[in-house]
Structure formats: C-alpha cells, structure tokens
C-alpha cells in the first residue's frame, strides 16, 4: 500500500515569503507528527495530530508556524514570513495509535520530506 | 532540541567489518527505537527494544540496552555498501512523539 507521501519534495523561497508543506499520512493512521531536520538542531518534533486536534504543539518554534489536519488525513504545516534559519528538512510521520498510552508503542511511519531552502 | 547523544558521529569501514554506534539518553524510557536516514530524507524504523530487555536481534542487527547508564547500542554485523546511511537512536515520550539522538553517519566501503 501507499506510505506516507510529502509536497513539495523540494521548495525554495525568498525570505519573507509564506510557504505550505503538505503530508497525505498512511490511510486510517488517526496519529501525525512534523518533525524537523537542520544542521544545527538534528531531528526535532513539531507538532502531533490525534485525529483533527493538536494536543501538543510544543515543539513549533515561533508564532510564525502553523498547522492544520482536516478529516483526520491530509495535514498542511504553514510557515510565515520565512526566515534563513528555517531552511531545513520537514518529515512528517504517521502512526496508527488511537490513544496513546504509557508503554504502548505504535510504529510510526515517516514519509521522504520536504527540503526547505530560504533564500 | 536532542536529548540524546550519539558516538561516533561518523563512521568509516570497509564491508564485511561490524558497525557498532552507541546512543545515550537522559531520561526514563519505556522502549528505544532505532532509525536509518538514507541521503537526509525519510527515516525508516529498524528495531525496537524494550526497557526491560537488555538485548534483542533482528537479522545482521543486534541492539542492546544499559538502562542503568542510559545507554544503548546498534550493531551491524558484515556490512555491505547498501548499509551506508544515517542511523539515529529515539525514544518516546509524550503523545508518542519521538526524540532523537544526534545520529552517526556510517560509510561503508565496498
């Protein structure tokens, strides 16, 4: 079956431009994650989706980042104003668990990225 | 960012020798993951160990787990020039999302 797919696989941008990422998440995965790859900061988590609501957006660095899931599938992370220093690469991850529980695990499945550039 | 570390940060070998990559991490952990990053994209899931196993084996891979030094390792046994990549410890927290060590970037030469 289809994993997890991204758009764009590349994007570059000017800075102060907005930009959209997209993640089409593995059918029925209730559960998706952003996560971030830069040079200076590793891998880092953004946000997660529990369906359509995000109970934990910790990990979004600044007000100019943003993100949405709409019928529990597609999810969009939406960056304002870019900056130079979000030039990264943005993985998103699917994972079927419907309520996550201490101990439980639930394999989550990441798709290819998108590699951000900011001019 | 990380709350894990990861050494050596990169790895050179010939095929044939082991790969052996050590993780550590600071807090309580119910499990640890481990995850190999081809050319800096998608990461695919590798093993799983669990907090009350000390070692587990899946196929050339062998990872074991020191909860009492935070610490873990990956080894690849007879390497081969398709076993170059990036390989990163996590491990759960929270909603189940993952955090990640820094990586080790293993080379194998064929």
Redesign the interface.
């Known amino acids: 079956g289809a994993g997890?797919s991204q758009s764009p696989s590349n994007k570059v941008t000017e800075k102060g431009k907005d930009v959209e990422l997209r993640c089409d998440p593995i059918s029925g995965h209730t559960?998706l994650?952003w996560?971030r790859?830069s040079l200076g900061?590793?891998?880092?988590?953004l946000i997660?989706f529990?369906g359509n609501s995000a109970?934990?957006k910790s990990?979004l660095p600044s007000d100019r980042f943003s993100a949405e899931r709409t019928g529990g599938s597609v999810s969009t992370l939406t960056i304002q104003r870019t900056q130079q220093e979000d030039s990264a690469?943005y993985?998103c991850?699917s994972?079927p668990?419907r309520v996550?529980r201490?101990?439980?695990?639930?394999?989550?499945?990441?798709?290819?990225?998108t590699?951000l550039t900011v001019l | 960012s990380q709350q894990g570390e990861e050494d050596p940060q990169a790895l050179s070998i010939q095929e044939g020798e082991n790969a052996t990559m050590n993780c550590s991490y600071k807090t309580s952990i119910n499990n640890l993951q481990w995850y190999r990053q081809n050319s800096g994209r998608g990461l695919v899931h590798l093993i799983l160990i669990r907090s009350n196993e000390r070692e587990k084996h899946s196929g050339r891979l062998r990872v074991t787990l020191d909860t009492s030094k935070k610490s873990s390792s990956l080894l690849i046994t007879a390497s081969r020039a398709a076993d170059t990549a990036s390989y990163f410890c996590a491990y759960r927290t929270s909603y189940g999302k993952l955090t990640f060590g820094q990586g080790t970037i293993l080379t194998v030469h064929p």
């Open positions: 997890v559960a994650y996560y790859q900061q590793g891998l880092e988590f997660y529990q109970p934990d990990g690469v993985l991850a994972s668990n996550w201490e101990g439980s695990y639930n394999e989550q499945f990441f798709g290819p990225g590699r």
